[in-house]
C-alpha cells in the first residue's frame, strides 16, 4: 500500500483485491436473493412495516470516516446530528486504510475503501482523505452546512416502495416512460446506530467515539431499463436490540451514478 501523502490523505491511484474479503463479510450479516426487472406488482395491502419514496428524494449524505483518524471524531458526531431527518439519507462509510497506525476499526470495510477509491477516479480527484462528506455523489467540504436543495418538478422523481415480509426486505421501482435509453442502478445499505468504542491505541487513544448511520452491509444492484421497472429482495435480520437495524435502497443514474431517490425503513 503507497504512504500517505500528508495526514490522512492517499493517492487516488491506489487499487486493492478485496472484493472477496468484502463479500465474506457482507456475508456474514446478510444474504442477497435473486432480483431481475420484471412488471409492476402490487405491494400487500396489509404490509404493515412499509416504506415509501418522498416526492422530493432526500439528500444523500456519505461520510467516510476511521477510528483510526484523529481529524474524524467531529465529522462522526455531524452525522449523528441528522438523525432523525426525513431530507436525508446518512450514510457512514468506515474505511480500513488506517487501522495501520495501531487501531483497527471494527466497522472498517476493504469494500468501502475501494468504494471511495472509485468515487476519487469518478470525480478526477488525485487523493482519497478521512473525513470526507458526500452529498448527492458530489464532494462537500462545507459540512456541517449541507447544499441547497436542487429543485424539480413535482412528483417527477422515481417512486420507491420499501417493505419488510419477516425477514426479507422487498423492494419495487416504479418503471419510468420506455424509449428513452435511461438506465438506472442503485445499491442496499444496512444501517446501524448507537455504536460505542473506547479506543486504546492509534491517534484516537483514549477516546471515547459514537457512531450513527453504520453501513454493516453494501449491495449493489445492477443496471436495468428504466421502462422495466424493478422487484427486488434482501434477505437481512433485524439486529440485536441495542442496534436495531435499518435498510436502505438508493436509486442511481447508471451513468453517472448520482443518486436520483432514496427510501429507507425502520427497525419494525
Known amino acids: 500500500m503507497p504512504q500517505p501523502l500528508h495526514r490522512h490523505k492517499l493517492p487516488a491511484a491506489m487499487a486493492t483485491a478485496a472484493t472477496l474479503a468484502a463479500l465474506a463479510t457482507a456475508a456474514a450479516v446478510a444474504a442477497v436473493a435473486m432480483h431481475a426487472p420484471r412488471a409492476q406488482a402490487a405491494t400487500p395491502a396489509d404490509a404493515a412495516c412499509r416504506a415509501d419514496s418522498p416526492a422530493t428524494p432526500p439528500r444523500v449524505v456519505e461520510l467516510y470516516t476511521s477510528e483510526g483518524c484523529s481529524s474524524c471524531p467531529p465529522a462522526d458526531r455531524w452525522l449523528s446530528s441528522l438523525k432523525g431527518r426525513a431530507d436525508v439519507l446518512a450514510l457512514a462509510f468506515h474505511v480500513d486504510y488506517w487501522d495501520r497506525l495501531g487501531w483497527p476499526d471494527r466497522f472498517a470495510s476493504p469494500a468501502y475503501t475501494q468504494r471511495q477509491y472509485a468515487v476519487a477516479r469518478r470525480l478526477g480527484a488525485a487523493q482519497v482523505y478521512t473525513p470526507q462528506v458526500l452529498v448527492d455523489g458530489a464532494d462537500w467540504r462545507r459540512w456541517p452546512a449541507l447544499p441547497a436543495a436542487p429543485k424539480g418538478a413535482a412528483g417527477a422523481a422515481p417512486r420507491l416502495s420499501l417493505w419488510r415480509d419477516g425477514e426479507v426486505l422487498r423492494l419495487r421501482v416504479d418503471a419510468a416512460a420506455a424509449g428513452t435509453g435511461a438506465r438506472w442502478a442503485g445499491y442496499w445499505a444496512v444501517l446501524e446506530d448507537q455504536h460505542d468504542s ?65 427510501v429507507q425503513l425502520g427497525p419494525c
Open 198 to 262: 473506547r479506543v486504546s491505541a492509534g491517534e484516537n487513544r483514549g477516546e471515547h467515539l459514537r457512531h450513527d448511520h453504520v453501513v454493516r452491509l453494501l449491495q449493489p444492484v445492477a443496471a436495468w431499463d428504466v421502462g422495466a421497472g424493478l422487484q427486488a429482495q434482501l434477505a437481512v435480520s433485524r439486529g440485536v436490540p441495542a442496534h436495531p437495524r435499518r435498510v436502505a435502497f438508493v436509486l442511481l443514474d447508471a451513468a453517472t451514478q448520482r443518486p436520483l431517490q432514496a
